[in-house]
């Protein structure tokens, strides 16, 4: 069964700090790794798909990159801002059931201070 | 449609009461998944459509909740003799067939029971 952790739970840094968050995943058998971003009382914006085969992607300050073999994905913001502030959530799209089925993480809690 | 539309976007109940969830996948999307959000918890899977296969209905909680979709429309989650517990955000996603496509997820329904 696949599991995905993500590290740390929360994070507070000051405005313009560049920052990692971390994810990894316990299968390696997975079609793609998915990055969202949820805001308080509010759904999954999609911010970065990395298909199994690719080692990152990138989308303004932000930069996803991949390590399949070793489970690990990290989503790396640039230049940070207060209006980053918002929780993380990294998912894995696994062949454990198919290729239909999302894993998500338990998410990381981003704090910008102005 | 331009995204994955969710109705209501927020529903208080009386426990007991029978509850419906509205969810309008992006056009062209063969799959769809219904997830469960609890107060500060993570995205719980609930159940899987695609197409015109039998879904996956490995993650409801109990036989109070059922899902139905018609093709590759709009689907209802339904909960009969709501809970407390139930209570919790409601989110719906689509994507393309095949694992290379990401989800797509709509804002929510907010289900409140009193």
């Known amino acids: 069964k696949q599991e995905v952790t993500q590290i740390p739970a929360a994070l507070s840094v000051p405005e313009g700090e560049n920052l990692v968050l971390n994810c990894s995943f316990t299968?390696?058998?997975?079609?793609?790794l998915q990055w969202f971003r949820q805001d308080p009382g509010k759904g999954l914006t999609s911010l970065l798909l990395i298909q199994s085969s690719q080692r990152e992607q990138t989308s303004g300050r932000l930069n996803a990159s991949l390590d399949k073999s070793s489970g690990r994905s990290t989503l790396y913001i640039a230049a940070s801002q207060p209006g980053d502030s918002a929780t993380y959530l990294c998912?894995?799209?696994?062949?454990?059931?198919?290729?239909?089925?999302?894993?998500f993480g338990e998410g990381t809690q981003l704090t910008v201070n102005p | 449609g331009a995204g994955v539309s969710q109705s209501p976007s927020n529903k208080v109940t009386e426990k007991g009461k029978d509850v419906e969830l509205r969810c309008d996948p992006i056009?062209?999307?063969?799959?769809l998944y219904w997830y469960r959000q609890r107060l500060g918890q993570g995205l719980e899977f609930l159940i899987y459509?695609?197409?015109?296969?039998?879904?996956?209905k490995s993650g409801l909680p109990s036989d109070r909740f059922s899902a139905e979709r018609t093709g590759e429309s709009v689907s209802t989650l339904t909960i009969q003799r709501t809970q407390q517990e139930d209570s919790a955000v409601y989110l719906c996603?689509?994507?393309?067939?095949?694992?290379?496509?990401?989800?797509?997820f709509g804002s929510g329904t907010r289900l409140t029971v009193v």
């Open positions: 056009s062209g999307h063969t799959a």
């Open positions: 998912a894995v799209r696994s062949w454990e059931t198919s290729g239909s089925r999302l894993t």
């Open positions: 299968d390696s058998a997975i079609y793609n």
């Open positions: 996603a689509s994507s393309s067939q095949g694992g290379n496509y990401g989800y797509t």
């Open positions: 459509f695609q197409g015109n296969s039998a879904p996956d």
